[in-house]
């Protein structure tokens, strides 16, 4: 049996969450973000996409 690579997403928080709605905040944090400009490469998978369809307006894919 192989290994297969897994794909991967990297997402940045490009706009502050001040002022959002707490479940956008939510979403955010799970995605692993913290500050503004932070980066987190995570495995896309379609509850991955699905908070980051989510926050577009906050997050940008790198």
Known sequence: MTDTPKKTVTV???RSIAGT???HRAT???LGLRKLNSTKTLEDT???RG???KV???V???
């Open 46 to 48: 379609p509850a991955v």
């Open 12 to 14: 940045k928080l490009v």
């Open 56 to 58: 577009q307006y906050l």
């Open 28 to 30: 955010v944090r799970g």
């Open 51 to 53: 908070m980051i369809t």
């Open 21 to 23: 709605r707490e479940s």
């Open 60 to 62: 940008q894919v790198i």
